[in-house]
């Protein structure tokens, strides 16, 4: 069970975007649209805010965006605000054996 | 309102067992599949174990796997994480989370546990 590649940080100013991307195996990113995202902040539960690749929670907004192309998965986060700057973990699906493998993890600084 | 409740974290010494319980309100436990994910000090989010909704199957992460069971108490509506031979690298924080179609969509707190001499 090898972990998703993610880039261990991004960073953008106030009203940018950042994308990250988040690279697994034909296995499991590569194979099931079952690609998720969560937010972190400290001392917080994490936060679903794309499910499915690129579909939203009820209250996630529209900032926020996923996507996916062979076996790599992508958030994107547009306008950036302040209260974005958070740790994110992309997450898959990996076979009924295997069953599920998050990411390494990405922080996002908000210059 | 879905609320998960993690408890039963503490600081334990290497070998020993813990038992961590995770209580729901909000909806039943039977409807749902149930993670058990954890973060250590400065580390990634990991996953330790999924129990179907209907109780029938349990799956683990490779570093937990012999080690930690999952199950639950639909009476209590109450998911639990037995955790056996308990090692320095297992301290992490605990959370528990409802799945939805393969997403984890409402977390707990968390739960703190530490293994230390």
């Known amino acids: 069970q090898s972990a998703l590649t993610q880039p261990p940080s991004a960073s953008g100013s106030p009203g940018q975007s950042v994308t990250i991307s988040c690279t697994g195996t034909s296995s499991d990113v590569g194979r099931y649209k079952y690609v998720s995202w969560y937010q972190l902040h400290p001392g917080k539960a994490p936060k679903l805010i794309i499910y499915e690749v690129s579909e939203r929670p009820s209250g996630v907004p529209d900032r926020f965006s996923g996507s996916k192309s062979g076996n790599t998965a992508y958030l994107t986060v547009s306008g950036l605000q302040a209260e974005d700057e958070a740790d994110y973990y992309c997450n898959s699906y990996a076979s009924s054996n295997t069953y599920y493998v998050f990411g390494t993890g990405t922080k996002v600084t908000v210059l | 309102q879905v609320q998960l409740v993690e408890s039963g974290g503490g600081v334990v010494q290497p070998g020993s067992s813990l038992r961590l319980s995770c209580a729901a309100s909000g909806f039943s436990l039977g409807t749902y599949a149930m993670h058990w994910v954890r973060q250590a000090p400065g580390e990634g989010l990991e996953w330790v174990a999924v129990?179907?909704?209907?109780?029938?199957?349990?799956y683990y992460g490779d570093s937990v796997k012999g080690r930690f069971t999952v199950s639950r108490d639909s009476s209590k509506n109450t998911l639990y994480l037995q955790m056996n031979s308990l090692r320095a690298e297992d301290t992490a924080v605990y959370y528990c989370?409802?799945?939805?179609?393969?997403?984890?969509?409402?977390w707990g707190q968390g739960t703190l546990v530490t293994v230390s001499p």
């Open positions: 989370g409802r799945e939805w179609t393969f997403r984890i969509d409402n």
């Open positions: 129990i179907w909704s209907d109780g029938s199957k349990q």
